[in-house]
């Protein structure tokens, strides 16, 4: 596959303002770099660069995205990079004006997080059978997930001195970095509790340590490295698939019950809100809805007079 050119010098500035000043996550700052290096293609094609296209010429390149094939996710998302981009190169005098101001975007159906059922949880945690130290590994991270409702990466990310297993808490590292501190139950504590035995951690670790960090990661792969992204999205595909579950599981969807099921038993919205590291409460509170319509779908199947007899 053909490399793509390297970025003209105003987005790279960009790209390093935004880590230097704004404290963007590397996941992030990869997700822009390549949204933002398809716009300059799009933009070289027509003879065009950042410093020079119009309002109209942005308008035109909008109409294009929304009539494409890709994700509409993934073309808001690229769109709010490229108003970024111009707000940037405006405050900074790179060109007099922010040709992206007013730009209409592109909207997102907001959907409903469906999490799996209690019973589903149950399942999928019993679908991990087995003694072998990667087997105690894969039931540690799944109870983990959900006990914590931590992102992927931030389960990936950890290291042995971020778990306290004697007062069951976890830190967490979310996005910008920011800190937060998040207990965790007995179950998922006896699942980690295992895993750091010799018979489960200690049997994956190597002769050698390949990079550093690795010697201090929570969770490892076969070949004694830290466990990526990629490795424990397909753990969590793997258990779901045995134990006969929607084919959507992912890491995301665990995250997504542990918050329900927390409201769903009486916690407070702020006490799941700091949980899960949201930055807004709007955010945590999409979850108030599923668990209200999870109410009135047992209060209808419960309920003698729930509905009217034909």
Not at 94 to 117: H, M, Q, T
Not at 251 to 260: I, K, N
């Amino acid at each position: 596959m053909a490399r793509r050119p390297p970025l003209p010098i105003e987005v790279e500035e960009f790209l390093s303002w935004m880590v230097a000043e704004k404290g963007r996550s590397p996941n992030t700052l990869a997700a822009y770099r390549r949204d933002l290096a398809a716009y300059c293609e799009w933009l070289s094609a027509r003879g065009l660069t950042a410093l020079d296209v119009s309002h109209a010429d942005l308008v035109g390149f909008v109409g294009e995205r929304r009539d494409s094939e890709s994700a509409t996710s993934s073309v808001a998302r690229q769109i709010a990079a490229i108003r970024m981009l111009h707000r940037y190169l405006a405050i900074e005098g790179e060109r007099p004006d922010d040709p992206a101001g007013g730009l209409e975007g592109v909207r997102v159906p907001s959907g409903i997080p469906k999490p799996l059922s209690e019973p589903d949880v149950t399942s999928l945690l019993d679908a991990v059978v087995g003694t072998e130290p990667i087997d105690r590994r894969d039931l540690a991270l799944l109870e983990l997930l959900y006990a914590t409702g931590a992102r992927i990466s931030e389960a990936v990310g950890l290291s042995i001195g971020d778990i306290d297993l004697d007062g069951r808490l976890v830190r967490l590292y979310g996005k910008g970095s920011k800190e937060r501190i998040v207990p965790f139950g007995s179950s998922a504590a006896a699942a980690l509790d295992e895993w750091f035995t010799p018979r489960g951690r200690a049997r994956m670790a190597p002769s050698q340590w390949a990079r550093r960090g690795d010697a201090e990661a929570v969770f490892l792969n076969i070949r004694g490295g830290r466990l990526s992204r990629q490795a424990a999205w397909l753990v969590v595909k793997k258990y779901g698939e045995r134990a006969g579950l929607r084919s959507d599981l992912s890491p995301h969807v665990l995250r997504h019950s542990c918050a329900t099921h927390l409201l769903d038993h009486g916690a407070d919205l702020r006490v799941v809100q700091e949980m899960l590291g949201h930055a807004s409460i709007s955010t945590t509170q999409v979850y108030t809805k599923v668990s209200q319509e999870r109410l009135w779908d047992v209060y209808r199947a419960a309920h003698p007079r729930a509905t009217l007899s034909s």
